[in-house]
């Protein structure tokens, strides 16, 4: 019987000792666990985005005038041609023969030139005669008003056959035109990039200029033809810095520099870009016309600030709960675009509002500037889930990219 009051006793004790620690868990305040980052000091550049081609900066089509079989073709892909060389040649036979028929037009107007000028001169001798028998009155005044009249009519026939000779000679000079244009020759010094005709076929100029050839004038330089959105164009300015890599070459940076940005807009799908143009250096004949270039463009950098993940920035505690910071100390506007911002800097367990101006930014950090914070300050980016691990300490944790452009 004693035992068993003995167990009972136990037992009440140990019920009693779990409902009082139950008790003081669940009256104990709740630990928050804080995910930071470090506030660190160095470089920023701000950069934007874009796709676009690799083009020569200048490539000419070159077609024919005129139509015909083709007859012989001198250069091939990747032929190095210079100024007003045949590269290609239409059959001229049929050239030649208007070329002679217009030789042959020039030649009878030539002629007929010849015969009204012995008409005329027979009639001004004619007109001489009458003219002094009509002083001896031997000849009627209307016999020598025919005479005069005759003379001019001869005048004239001289006239419209010498015409007759310069319509023949122009003929002779489009005939000739035509039979050079058989010709196809090289309008600049480069290199064929594409050719898309062969020996025997046929080409038709006669609603539109076919495409025979296509001639980059140099590989050696090349341009990139890079589309900006219309949120990213306003800080794209001629003689900004870039870099933008190619698919041949995932590893590799190449440096190229903005010449131009085109005010013309392109719209696709209701999204709106512009054509931004990059001289890129190709001495060493690596690009090709045509690839693919991811670009950064470079807009705006910093040598050395104080430098905080872009989520601190956005970062706000629970408000109306045991620890929750006092309101947002209110920071002066900072010079270019700088504007006033706060951080929160964690202090013992709790953070604490610090403010700051906040200057250029990327897609994962900002610049700021401030009195209060210094290098190796812990900024506060969330509240760690409850029950996870303890946050680590890698400046590199998830969530420090907010993607914000403010201040780039």
Do not use: C, H
């Amino acid at each position: 019987m004693g035992r068993r009051r003995l167990r009972i006793g136990v037992a009440l004790g140990a019920a009693a000792l779990a409902a009082i620690a139950a008790w003081t868990m669940r009256s104990a305040p709740e630990r928050r666990e804080w995910v930071t980052a470090p506030v660190e000091r160095g470089p920023l550049v701000a950069t934007v985005a874009a796709t676009g081609t690799v083009n020569p900066v200048k490539s000419v089509i070159v077609g024919t005038y005129v139509s015909g079989p083709v007859a012989e073709i001198d250069v091939d892909y990747n032929s190095k041609v210079r100024r007003g060389q045949r590269i290609a040649k239409i059959d001229p036979r049929n050239f030649v023969g208007k070329v002679e028929q217009a030789r042959a037009s020039l030649a009878d107007a030539q002629a007929q030139v010849r015969k009204a000028e012995a008409e005329l001169a027979l009639r001004r001798s004619q007109l001489g005669r009458q003219e002094k028998l009509a002083t001896s009155r031997v000849l009627s005044v209307e016999e020598l008003d025919v005479a005069r009249s005759a003379a001019k009519q001869a005048e004239a026939q001289v006239a419209l056959a010498q015409a007759e000779v310069e319509k023949a000679r122009a003929s002779l000079k489009d005939a000739e035109v035509n039979l050079g244009y058989t010709d196809i020759v090289s309008p600049v010094d480069g290199i064929v990039v594409s050719r898309n005709v062969d020996v025997g076929q046929t080409v038709a100029a006669t609603f539109q200029t076919p495409t025979l050839f296509v001639i980059a004038e140099s590989l050696e330089r090349m341009q990139v033809n890079a589309f900006v959105s219309e949120a990213d164009i306003g800080r794209v300015r001629e003689g900004q810095e870039a870099t933008f890599t190619v698919d041949a070459f995932p590893g590799r940076a190449i440096p190229a520099v903005v010449r131009q940005v085109r005010n013309a807009p392109t719209t696709v799908q209701n999204v709106v870009t512009y054509d931004v143009v990059l001289d890129v250096d190709n001495r060493d004949g690596t690009l090709k016309p045509g690839m693919t270039a991811n670009v950064r463009i470079v807009t705006d950098r910093v040598a050395d600030s104080l430098l905080v993940p872009t989520a601190a920035l956005r970062f706000r505690p629970p408000s109306g709960e045991d620890g929750a910071p006092s309101p947002t100390p209110q920071a002066s506007p900072g010079a270019g675009g700088s504007r006033p911002g706060r951080v929160w800097r964690l202090e013992g367990e709790q953070p604490v509002a610090v403010a700051v101006v906040v200057g250029l930014s990327d897609e994962t950090t900002t610049a700021i500037e401030s009195d209060a914070i210094a290098a190796g300050d812990r900024v506060v980016l969330r509240l760690a889930p409850q029950g996870s691990a303890p946050p680590s300490s890698n400046p590199m944790l998830p969530g420090m990219g907010g993607g914000s452009r403010r201040g780039r």
